[in-house]
């Protein structure tokens, strides 16, 4: 059912906790099952130094959100916005199809985090959306 990759960020996952004072902060809901993630980035000349994350979730959560952690570091903002869950499911090898809501929780996460930088920062960058505007589709 699950990829040996989805395995092995489920039960050895990466960038788990917390950052202090993070440059950018995200906190979600899952609407069909109730968990919850939170994110957490150190973004310094625009470039992603850092990331963690918690999660209050299923395993496809916590799997998604460890890739999604591995897979921003160290990219620049604008490509941090490009890091959809598809993208993450990908690196994962797939996802079951009951379980692809659980990565937009990482996706989502990830860009409220980003959202945070930009708001706390005065900065705009193209395709980045409100937490309340992604969480619409
Ligand atoms: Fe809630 Fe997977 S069942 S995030």
Known sequence: MYTAKVMDHFSNPRN???????????????????DIMKMHL?????????????????GAAVAT???????????TVEEAIKISNKAVMDALGGLPPEKVHCSCLAEEALHAALWDYAVKNGKYYEGLKSPEEHSEH
């Open 42 to 58: 150190k973004i310094e000349n625009d470039i992603v130094l850092d990331a963690k994350f918690k999660t209050f979730g299923c």
């Open 65 to 75: 959100s460890s890739a999604a952690t591995e897979m921003v570091i160290g990219k």
């Open 16 to 34: 788990v906790g917390e950052i202090l004072n993070a440059d950018g902060v995200g906190m979600v809901g899952n609407a069909k099952c109730g």
